[in-house]
């Protein structure tokens, strides 16, 4: 597995920010060469910034950070604070930012970076709605070539959705987004919550991060411990699920996931059904596969793993 070169597409939230925790604590497997944020969890304007606070947190106010889109292509914006919280990273208590946004738009960044790319070497992933990754693709569809994949956090397959019954976040809040994106014709990933509500923070798990004793164990104690509290109510689930570090942990090491292709639709026209994903699981109308899209993971070795990992975070 050769070494990706990552544009990681965001909307932090305490899972997003545990993902780029985990991507800059992982160097091996990992270029990250820049976060593009989104309007997603919160407005943009906090998106963008909670990024910074995270880099910030690990050290790391070299990263390249891009503003990008503040609404969905077509529907009104859609955030999450009863599950974040008001500023979108309850319990990090981090100070305001210091380190620079970069000045281009994060759209014309993706292009630029894919268009100086080989072919088939550039990674991205978004793990809020899609609406960045739509727009490049729409404005500059020659970038189509230089992307080795796209690898989401998003949709719900067995699984029921988490912000209307039939769909999840990601995918209701921009979905005419993720169907530009899945239909570009590029290897396409899915994490799903039928993945993602198997990696749950359970207290155990929880208090192994907090034993990290660094700044960032502290911080990562403080956003799961508000974190937790929605879907341990909501669904009687032992923990928070960890969804969009599973797309990282994925390009660490994809052995720890299982999967399989099929082919995907996802609606963009009922209201009732609004961003559902619809995944011919058992092929049963025959249609070429057009998506990986995971349903299991080794939870103990993913937590392992994230745990390890953001022990290398000194800062
Ligand atoms: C997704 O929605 C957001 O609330 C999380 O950050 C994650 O990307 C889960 O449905
Ligand atoms: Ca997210």
Same mark, same amino acid.
């Given at each position: 597995?050769?070494?990706?070169?990552?544009?990681?597409?965001?909307?932090?939230?305490?899972?997003?920010?545990?993902?780029?925790?985990?991507?800059?604590?992982? !160097?091996?497997?990992?270029?990250?060469l820049?976060?593009?944020?989104?309007?997603?969890?919160?407005?943009?304007?906090?998106t963008?910034?909670?990024?910074?606070?995270?880099?910030?947190?690990?050290?790391?106010?070299?990263?390249?950070?891009?503003?990008?889109?503040?609404?969905?292509?077509?529907?009104?914006?859609?955030?999450?604070e009863?599950?974040?919280?008001n500023?979108?990273?309850?319990?990090?208590?981090?100070?305001?930012?210091?380190?620079?946004?970069?000045?281009?738009?994060?759209?014309?960044?993706?292009?630029?970076?894919?268009?100086?790319?080989?072919?088939?070497?550039?990674?991205?992933?978004?793990?809020?709605?899609?609406?960045?990754?739509?727009?490049?693709?729409?404005?500059?569809?020659?970038?189509?070539?230089?992307?080795?994949?796209?690898?989401?956090?998003?949709g719900?397959?067995?699984?029921?959705?988490?912000?209307?019954p039939?769909?999840?976040?990601?995918?209701?809040?921009?979905?005419?987004?993720?169907?530009?994106?899945?239909?570009a014709?590029?290897?396409f990933?899915?994490?799903?919550?039928?993945?993602?509500?198997?990696?749950?923070?359970t207290?155990?798990?929880?208090q192994?991060?907090?034993?990290?004793?660094?700044?960032?164990? !502290?911080?990562?104690?403080?956003?799961?411990? *508000?974190f937790?509290?929605f879907?341990?109510?909501?669904y009687?689930?032992?923990?928070?699920?960890?969804?969009?570090?599973?797309?990282?942990?994925?390009?660490?090491?994809?052995?720890?996931?299982?999967g399989?292709?099929?082919?995907?639709?996802? !609606?963009?026209a009922?209201?009732?059904?609004m961003?559902?994903?619809?995944?011919?699981?058992?092929?049963? !109308?025959?249609?070429?596969?057009?998506? *990986?899209?995971?349903?299991?993971?080794?939870?103990?070795?993913?937590?392992?793993?994230?745990?390890?990992?953001l022990?290398?975070?000194?800062?």
């Open positions: 597995m050769t070494k990706r070169s990552l544009i990681l597409d965001c909307d932090p939230g305490q899972d997003d920010a545990i993902a780029i925790l985990l991507a800059l604590a992982s !160097e091996e497997e990992i270029e990250l820049g976060i593009t944020t989104v309007a997603g969890n919160v407005p943009l304007a906090l963008t910034s909670n990024a910074c606070r995270i880099c910030e947190l690990a050290g790391r106010p070299d990263v390249k950070i891009f503003a990008g889109a503040s609404q969905p292509l077509f529907r009104k914006l859609v955030t999450a009863w599950i974040h919280g500023s979108g990273l309850d319990g990090a208590n981090l100070p305001d930012p210091s380190m620079p946004l970069q000045a281009g738009h994060a759209v014309d960044f993706i292009i630029d970076t894919c268009l100086a790319a080989e072919d088939k070497s550039i990674t991205i992933c978004p793990i809020g709605p899609m609406t960045n990754v739509a727009l490049a693709l729409m404005k500059e569809p020659t970038i189509i070539p230089k992307i080795r994949e796209i690898v989401c956090m998003g719900a397959i067995k699984e029921l959705g988490n912000t209307t039939a769909a999840e976040f990601n995918i209701y809040v921009d979905p005419h987004a993720a169907k530009v994106v899945l239909d014709g590029v290897e990933v899915m994490m799903p919550l039928d993945v993602t509500h198997k990696a749950l923070v207290p155990e798990r929880l192994k991060l907090k034993d990290l004793n660094s700044p960032v164990g !502290e911080v990562c104690g403080g956003m799961l411990d *508000y937790n509290r879907d341990m109510t909501r009687g689930f032992d923990g928070g699920p960890l969804h969009d570090p599973c797309v990282i942990a994925y390009l660490i090491d994809p052995e720890l996931f299982k399989r292709r099929v082919h995907l639709d996802i !609606e963009t009922s209201e009732l059904t961003g559902n994903t619809l995944a011919d699981w058992w092929g049963i !109308e025959e249609k070429e596969p057009n998506a *990986y899209i995971c349903d299991d993971l080794d939870v103990d070795g993913f937590f392992d793993m994230l745990t390890k990992r022990a290398r975070i000194k800062a």
